[in-house]
């Protein structure tokens, strides 16, 4: 396997004081007598340091940090941008032996690996340690140590100046836990410890092997080989594994502690006391050196689990005895179609061997949703009888129903076109063009918005599509912006109706046929939106953005207007949250040329980072028009996997709603006194924004993503407003 899996090295850097110490790691990997397939280096909020890292690596891939600032959200960038079935991550200060890449590689053979980790030396910048310093305390420095393996061994976690995951492992764990590990200001660690324990949690079959011929040499420099540094990072230590016991559970996370402290650290201590009593002076040091070191990191690990528990039963008291659970297991999304033979239900998915434990099914007949049901997987795969079986137990009479009430066939009325806006995802946008492509309605023209990539990739792609597809059309737009991007295609649009579809979706083979027969049923409707499928449910994330109630548009056709079919929200239509989604909508295309398009002071990719899609549906509403929502229309959409991603998501949702109120507060005042009538209706949809409602057994939603939601929703109004100042400026600019 060691020649046959592609390879990701990521390396992570914040400071420029280690210059010296990244040109070299980045040297040892391209001197690998292993082929590594791409470097990434991934610099953790130091623009500075960026300019001159992509200056001086051409021939790396060297971006900006993503995520939160520190190690962990650095390294999930990287994992994100990565393209290798196996990740390996090499410190900024540590240099690589020639064969570190075969040597790790090597264990991949066995599917039962997930990660392998190797030796790290040290290579201290006094030549030699002080003399007080144990052995066995070579970790504070991010170093091994005695009392680790001496030859290839399963170990509970690796190390994290010297690892590899397989890029699946990392998906179904949702990445590193950006609330631990190093930033510039702190000395926590452990997030590759608690990353390797939810991984066995979730893949208790799968193994963790350390392969001591995998050798990193890593640099320690004066300033770590002092007392007080020994004493702070040990005290440090113990604080981060009770960030890590919180976790995952003080079982898991303490137990190599537990059996350390119990057998190689005793003889330690006694060995240097004795030597120390016989008249070395040293080892009595090192000796005393054992002693404090344990001794803080207990006190340590003490003291923030007291805060913590403190913390704890506040936030209890606060949320009514919520609490959060680390990791879920797989879900298997489906679309199931009545009116095609039923599949067989795998349990395990075949190219790594993960188990799903149920099937969330959304049932169709009739090209219309019945039913969203789930099937149990936890006793092995479901062959098509007994699909068949669960289903007519479950919705029998719901079918039936349908059956009686159903008018006949659709047919689509006229052309549509269809826009997709992206921006350097090639292979995700493939999918979807070629989606798009496969549906009953084919569109009568395909324009893909290329909003600002960095490559010429997305260029290459459409070219490339177009020579066999004619109504595809490519057209670049430079200023980032959602709104921006989708505006750029009007001036291409001929077909009276224009569906809007996110890159990182794959369309239903109705989707469009669907689209504009709702249209056709309703001359007055200016405006369709449709249902968003999960495509993939492996990690926590991912479950609990599929899980929120009010994600959840139902599956039943709905028509909005101001007076004929104005619902009973009192809000209406400010909360056009309700409507649908930007990653399935679709306009007259004469409503939007004559409203001029969208809003481009919203939408992701501006200082309002999102919100347009919610412009677009108030203004077909305030205008007189119709929207309707169509669950017929479905598209499957890739929901983030990491929690990082899933707590920018969550600012980025609250960012774009404000945003979008203050909009509607400046078109029309009268909005202050509709919120002011109904403040208990406003202050009910603030509690669901705090604390929202997570369908059937999930973990509660955590409060910190409630939290960066209403944060996002108070720095809305400042967000458009400085967004709006910078559009006009491009406008007169132009």
């Known amino acids: 396997m060691a020649m046959s899996v592609t390879t990701s090295v990521i390396i992570c850097a914040y400071t420029a004081d280690r210059w010296p110490q990244l040109l070299s790691a980045v040297e040892s990997v391209r001197k690998q007598t292993t082929l590594v397939g791409e470097v990434l280096v991934v610099i953790d909020h130091n623009a500075e340091l960026l300019r001159r890292a992509e200056a001086a690596m051409p021939d790396v891939r060297v971006m900006a940090s993503t995520g939160r600032p520190g190690l962990s959200g650095g390294r999930n960038t990287g994992i994100a941008a990565s393209t290798g079935e196996v990740l390996l991550f090499l410190d900024d200060d540590a240099i690589a032996e020639p064969d570190w890449v075969s040597n790790l590689l090597a264990a991949y053979a066995d599917p039962h690996v997930l990660g392998v980790g190797g030796a790290a030396h040290p290579v201290w910048e006094e030549s030699t340690p002080p003399r007080w310093w144990p052995a066995e305390f070579g970790w504070v420095v991010g170093c091994s140590y005695r009392g680790q393996p001496v030859t290839t061994a399963r170990v509970r976690n690796l190390m994290g100046c010297n690892m590899s995951l397989r890029r699946t492992v990392l998906e179904a764990v949702g990445g590193f836990d950006d609330g631990l590990g190093r930033g510039a200001d702190n000395a926590f660690g452990c997030e590759e410890t608690e990353l390797c324990i939810r991984a066995r949690q979730l893949m208790p079959d799968g193994d963790f092997i350390f392969e001591p011929t995998a050798v990193v040499r890593h640099w320690v420099p004066r300033s770590r080989a002092t007392w007080s540094y020994f004493r702070a990072r040990c005290r440090a230590e113990g604080a981060s594994k009770a960030r890590v016991a919180a976790a995952v559970g003080r079982a898991a996370a303490l137990s190599e502690e537990k059996s350390y402290s119990r057998s190689v650290l005793p003889s330690a201590f006694a060995r240097g006391f004795r030597d120390g009593v016989a008249g070395d002076l040293a080892a009595l040091a090192r000796a005393g050196a054992i002693a404090t070191g344990?001794?803080?990191?207990?006190?340590?690990?003490?003291?923030?689990?007291?805060?913590?528990?403190?913390?704890?039963?506040?936030?209890?008291?606060?949320?009514?005895?919520?609490?959060?659970?680390?990791?879920?297991?797989?879900?298997?999304?489906l679309i199931l179609n009545l009116n095609e033979p039923l599949p067989e239900i795998e349990a395990w998915r075949e190219h790594d061997g993960v188990q799903y434990a149920a099937a969330q099914c959304l049932v169709i007949l009739d090209g219309d949703p019945v039913s969203k049901i789930r099937l149990d997987l936890a006793g092995g795969s479901l062959n098509p009888h007994q699909v068949a079986d669960q289903i007519w137990q479950r919705l029998g009479g719901k079918i039936l129903t349908h059956r009686h009430n159903t008018s006949g066939e659709v047919s689509a009325a006229y052309p549509a076109s269809v826009v997709v806006a992206t921006r350097d995802r090639p292979a995700l946008l493939r999918e979807c063009l070629e989606s798009i492509l496969r549906g009953a309605v084919k569109p009568e023209h395909l324009i893909v918005v290329d909003n600002a990539s960095a490559t010429p990739e997305t260029a290459e792609l459409v070219g490339e599509l177009a020579k066999h597809e004619p109504s595809i059309r490519y057209v670049r737009e430079?200023?980032?912006?959602?709104?921006?991007?989708?505006?750029?295609?009007?001036?291409?649009?001929s077909s009276p109706v224009v569906a809007f579809t996110d890159d990182d979706v794959v369309v239903d083979e109705q989707w469009l046929k669907r689209i504009v027969q709702a249209f056709a049923d309703d001359e007055f409707a200016a405006c369709v939106t449709g249902a968003i499928a999960p495509r993939e449910l492996d990690t926590l994330p991912q479950q609990w953005l599929e899980g929120l109630v009010s994600y959840d548009k139902g599956l039943q056709r709905r028509t909005f207007g101001l007076t004929l079919h104005r619902p009973a929200d009192p809000l209406f239509p400010y909360t056009s949250g309700a409507f649908g989604s930007g990653a399935n909508m679709a306009f007259r295309t004469s409503f939007l040329v004559a409203r001029g398009g969208f809003d481009e002071a919203l939408g992701a990719g501006t200082l309002a980072m999102g919100g347009d899609d919610l412009a677009a549906f108030y203004d077909v509403i305030s205008s007189g028009n119709r929207l309707v929502y169509e669950p017929a229309a479905i598209v499957s959409h890739q929901h983030n996997r990491q929690y990082a991603a899933l707590r920018r998501q969550s600012y980025g949702y609250g960012a774009g709603l404000g945003a979008h109120l203050t909009r509607c507060l400046l078109s029309d005042p009268q909005m202050a006194v509709v919120f002011l009538r109904h403040a208990p209706a406003v202050i009910d949809r603030g509690r669901q924004v705090i604390r929202p409602v997570t369908a059937g057994e999930l973990?509660?939603?955590?409060?910190?993503?409630?939290?960066?939601?209403?944060?996002?929703?108070?720095?809305?109004?400042?967000?458009?407003?400085?967004?709006?100042?910078?559009?006009?400026?491009?406008?007169?600019?132009?």
Do not use: I, M
């Not at 936030?315 to 005895?321: A, H, I, K, M, P």
């Not at 709104?483 to 649009?493: D, F, I, M, S």
């Not at 955590?702 to 400042?718: D, I, K, M, N």
């Open 699 to 734: 973990p509660p939603y955590p409060e910190e993503l409630s939290r960066l939601q209403w944060r996002g929703l108070a720095s809305g109004p400042v967000r458009f407003l400085r967004s709006r100042r910078h559009t006009r400026r491009l406008h007169r600019t132009a």
């Open 294 to 333: 344990v001794s803080l990191a207990a006190l340590s690990f003490v003291s923030a689990k007291t805060r913590r528990a403190c913390r704890a039963r506040h936030r209890v008291l606060e949320s009514g005895g919520r609490s959060v659970a680390a990791t879920v297991p797989p879900v298997l999304p």
């Open 478 to 493: 430079d200023e980032p912006g959602l709104a921006r991007a989708h505006n750029a295609a009007l001036p291409y649009l």
